[in-house]
């Protein structure tokens, strides 16, 4: 079954301090992933995606992530976290079922709490 | 660019009634939407996918009857919840591809959500 999971369901981290928040993939075929953050009682804003090139792509809000085949991984990191990054975070992979017909799969998400 | 709203932000309803939420692209052709629901503190369940002049497929589970879903252009997707009850009660969300924009394949807009509290 095609699915994403994102193991950790709070990160807690420092401000300053740099933030890993990881994601793995089960997809049939190449594997379009994506990050998105949710805000409190908000929709969900598009950070970054992997679709195919560099295995490390750079997003928005300073963010990253490294797509790792071998790990089946895309895991997001940012090199020094602020207080304004805590939030929702979602991963999600497009699933390409039969028919041509695809979808977005999320993960469960993972929250993201920045201490000053 | 690449807009997506949705109105009303927030809806509270009597049960039994009937409540309308609209999606809009703002500045983009979307065929293709996509509603979500989501309860507190849990990922975004697809409910069905919208394609602009014919009928949504609805995910496995979702009752079509009860969630009607309208795409009437290609800036424009409705969602009704008909006869709504308490357990409707949820955060819905859509979004929409851009159908034109080779700049943005492959991405999905999100709207802002539509909090529905039904007593």
């Known amino acids: 079954a095609q699915s994403v999971a994102q193991p950790e369901d709070q990160v807690n981290v420092a401000e300053g301090n740099p933030l890993t928040v990881k994601c793995t993939y089960s997809v049939s075929g190449n594997p379009y992933l994506f990050w998105y953050v949710q805000y409190p009682n908000r929709g969900l804003q598009f950070l970054l995606k992997?679709?195919?090139?560099?295995?490390l792509v750079k997003g928005s809000y300073g963010f990253e992530a490294e797509f790792n085949k071998s790990q089946t991984s895309f895991h997001l990191k940012k090199p020094s976290a602020l207080v304004s990054d805590s939030a929702l975070y979602f991963c999600a992979v497009r699933a390409w079922l039969s028919g041509g017909y695809n979808k977005l799969i999320f993960g469960a998400g993972t929250r993201l709490a920045v201490h000053p | 660019g690449a807009v997506v709203s949705q109105h009303p932000s927030w809806v509270i309803c009597k049960s039994g009634t009937s409540v309308k939420i609209e999606c809009r692209s703002l500045d983009f052709q979307a065929t293709t939407m996509f509603w979500y629901r989501q309860f507190p503190k849990q990922s975004l369940m697809l409910m069905a996918t919208s394609n602009e002049g014919s009928k949504a497929t609805y995910e496995q589970g979702v009752e079509k009857d009860k969630f009607l879903i309208n795409h009437a252009s290609l800036t424009l997707s409705t969602l009704t919840v008909t006869s709504a009850h308490p357990e409707d009660s949820s955060f819905y969300i859509c979004?929409?591809?851009?159908?034109?924009?080779?700049?943005?394949?492959?991405?999905?807009?999100f709207g802002p959500g539509t909090r529905l509290t039904v007593l």
């Open positions: 979004s929409a591809r851009d159908s034109l924009n080779g700049r943005t394949p492959h991405e999905q807009f």
């Open positions: 992997y679709i195919t090139g560099d295995n």
